[in-house]
Structure formats: C-alpha cells, structure tokens
C-alpha cells in the first residue's frame, strides 16, 4: 500500500447518517499569549480535515482570536475523542488542566502531546490517557531531552533508532519529525514517511501537524481503540503515518510545481483541495 493509499482509508468522507459527534471532536489546548499562532494554525487544520467539531481550551485572549480567525471552533470544554496539548506553552502548567478536562469529559480520549507538553506527558508520570493512548511528537531538538544519554547529532543520524529508543522509554507512540518522519511504538512495525517537498522546514507547520494528527485520530477514534484493547497498536501508527502524509503532501501541493517558498498557513489552506485529488469522484 502507498502512502497515499494508507491517508485515503483513514480519511473518510461522512455517510448519510454521521452528524458532528460521530464525526470526531478533536480538542485542542494550544497556543498562549506570547505564541497564539500556534492555536491558530492547529485549529484550522483539525478543522479543515473534516472532524465533527474542533474545541479550543487555552487562554481567553487567544480563543477570541481563534474563533475570529475560525469561527466554526467551540472555545468550551467537553468531550473529545482527541486531546492536541503542548503546541505553543509557554511552560508545562497547563497541563494539570487537560488532565482534569480529561477526567471530567473523556477518560477514553486519546492524547497527542507536541512541544510544550513532551516532557511532562512523556515521562515516567504520563498522561493520564495510558501511554498506548499518547502520541508524542517531537523534532529532533525535542527529542534529546527526552532521551538520556542522546545529542541532537546522534538523533539526527539514527533518527529511526531514535524514534524507537523513545517509543520505549515512554510507552507512547512516537512522530519524531523530519525530512522523513520516522513513526514508533514498542511491539509495532516502526514505519518511515519521507516529505515530497522540502519547504515545511518553516515555523508553524509542526503546529499544523499536530493538528492534522489529532483530526486523522478522532475520525478514526472507534477502530484505533478496539485494536488498543485487543492490544495492537496498528492502527494507531498507520493513522499517525496517514497524518504525516497529508501534511506534507498539502504542503507539496501549496509549493505548487516551482516548490516556492510557503507559510504554515498555506499547509492548512489546501487541505480541501488535497483531498479533491485524492476522491474517487474527483475522476484523478
């Protein structure tokens, strides 16, 4: 199976009798005062993908801001089968307030941790989504913190020993970000993802991926946790391989044929018309 063909299953199109919570919530606790472009861009692009519904859980000032640049995203607390953390914090605070919407909301919820919450949801305390429940995704500066004994030289030349070696100290499955994305869990097929463009080396596009990545989980919410129970993470990690291709592959697509210079932005803009192309009715 291609890369492509592996995003086209787990990007599906809604049926006759989905509504917006059959669709996915996705719930995303980015962004702060200092960095609010990372809520905006994660929140757009969760949107964008298609869940049911985006919720924004972060400082007021920034939710006016979200939804003046979104307006379809619910700045409230409640039930999500995904929770996005980390991307844009300043400290690590904030996350003892995911945690307790968790439990209040969605205990079930699954946890995509990025940036600011690496170190806290990938240590030995977790998250309180168990560890097979967490997705970690770090680049390779983020990755030596949460690696004893690694430097980013190391990390940058082993990256998928890397992305093992963390996988198994956290318990968690692991996109550790680059040129090619190399995806991980322990007792898994570790997968490797290599971008069609160079260009989402550009602030910003992390944020967006998190986003994807937490949009590409809640619409495959259902499945992904019947295998969790059954104990295989596959699903898991082929969902998490589909996210990486669609970003980059919007990516490719919003660099145009000259490869020219993007934003974060531009990523989230194209989605729509990435998964034209990929639609069997689009007759491409």
Known sequence: MT????????WPAPTESDHKYTRGVVCMATGSEHYPGAALIGCEAAARCGVGMVRYLGPET?????????????????????????????????LER?????????????????????DSAGGSTGSDACPAHTVLTPHAGEAVHLLEGWD????????????????????????????????AASGEET?????????????????????ITGALLALNHETIVKDL??????????????????????????AGEAQAPILASDVTSVIPALYARLSPKSGT
């Open 3 to 10: 890369d492509l063909e592996n995003l086209a299953r787990y």
């Open 62 to 94: 920034v939710a006016r801001m979200v939804v003046a640049r979104t307006p379809e995203v619910v700045p409230a607390p409640g039930r999500a089968q995904v929770f996005v953390a980390g991307s844009g914090w300043e400290s690590a605070d904030r």
């Open 98 to 118: 995911v945690r307790a919407c968790m439990r209040e909301t969605s205990p079930d919820a699954l946890v995509v941790a990025d940036a600011g919450a690496l």
């Open 152 to 183: 980013r030289a190391r990390v940058e030349a082993s990256p998928r020993e890397a992305a093992e070696a963390l996988a198994g100290r956290t318990g968690a499955a692991v996109i550790l970000k680059g040129h090619t994305t190399w995806i």
């Open 191 to 211: 997968r490797a993802s290599t971008s069609p463009t160079s260009r989402l080396a550009t602030a910003g596009t992390g944020d967006a991926l998190a986003g």
């Open 229 to 254: 129970e059954l104990g295989s993470r596959r699903t898991l990690l082929e969902v998490c391989e589909a996210a990486v291709t669609l970003h980059s592959h919007a990516a490719a697509l919003a």
